[in-house]
């Protein structure tokens, strides 16, 4: 919706106003306000478009995803580092049903950008790991495998990587 500077820029806009509702006596406004410049920070560190975007992944939706994703335009510059990542880890989701020489391009942009939760980047592994077979790349799968189940300390990808490790096997 608004550039990630110009969010911050109506956050510190509405503080200032607060601040004066505070001095002229208003003490109910200014707290109204403050709490409403906390939406606009907290959409400075998640972009509401990759919010949205998460909801349409939970109801398996992917052409939804593809259509909150491509409303950001110039996502460098449009979002702070950890949204690239979550952008572009969103993106290789969704490539990894249609091309997997795109899904792996975006799966490695995503882990260079950076994922906030380590379910997340041992996922991303996980996928990598599962692109490596299939070009027959056993030894890079491996390694991704190894670091994805360090990564999965809720054990809540134990399945797919023991299914994983066994099709490695027949290779």
Not at 77 to 98: C, D, P, R, T
Request: proline share 1%.
């Amino acid at each position: 919706m608004f550039n990630k500077n110009i969010k911050l820029v109506i956050a510190v806009l509405i503080i200032a106003y607060a601040v004066f509702q505070f001095v002229e006596g208003n003490i109910g406004n200014g707290i109204a306000l403050i709490l409403l410049s906390f939406v606009f920070i907290f959409l400075y560190f998640r972009n509401e478009f990759i919010l949205l975007a998460f909801l349409k992944m939970r109801k398996q939706d992917l052409d939804g995803v593809q259509r909150w994703l491509d409303k950001i335009k110039n996502p460098e510059s449009a979002l702070i580092k950890k949204q690239v990542g979550y952008y572009n880890y969103l993106h290789g989701i969704i490539y990894s049903q249609k091309n997997l020489t795109q899904a792996e391009k975006y799966f490695k942009k995503a882990l260079k950008f950076g994922l906030t939760m380590d379910y997340d980047v041992a996922m991303a592994k996980l996928s990598l790991a599962g692109i490596a077979m299939q070009k027959r790349r056993k030894r890079e799968a491996t390694q991704l495998l190894k670091e994805a189940k360090k990564l999965d300390k809720n054990n809540m990808l134990t399945d797919q990587i023991k299914m994983m490790q066994q099709q490695m096997k027949k290779i």
